[in-house]
């Protein structure tokens, strides 16, 4: 299993971010996908979870009606478009295969993401 994440950088407040995650050596398209952050200082927080097909998400209340998931089968390509960014949102953010915390098995090294003005 390889999980590679992408697009994180330094943003201002209020300015946008997409992230991706490279998906290989398993059947992405059959296989619930997350976004976890580690923020500095602080525990890893689960933010968003789709299901296979991506007709279901999950978002946390941290980040709902800024964040949006979403999925490229055809691709193996997780997405992670960020709105609205504040400086709560500084973290690594990682893809995670696997959908609640018992079917977490394999980890990205993550993509850092920086807000501040």
């Known amino acids: 299993v390889q999980l590679a994440e992408s697009g994180g950088g330094v943003v201002r407040p209020g300015g946008s971010l997409r992230l991706s995650c490279a998906a290989s050596?398993?059947?992405?398209?059959?296989?619930?996908m997350s976004w976890v952050r580690q923020a500095p200082g602080k525990g890893s927080e689960q933010i968003s979870i789709i299901g296979p097909d991506g007709g279901s998400t999950w978002y946390s209340r941290s980040v709902m009606g800024r964040f949006t998931i979403s999925r490229d089968n055809a691709k193996s390509t997780l997405y992670l478009q960020m709105n609205d960014l504040n400086p709560d949102d500084t973290a690594l953010y990682h893809c995670?295969?696997?959908?609640?915390?018992?079917?977490?098995?394999?980890w990205g090294q993550g993509t850092q993401v920086f807000v501040s003005s």
């Open positions: 050596g398993f059947t992405f398209s059959s296989t619930v």
């Open positions: 995670v295969r696997g959908g609640n915390a018992a079917s977490r098995d394999s």
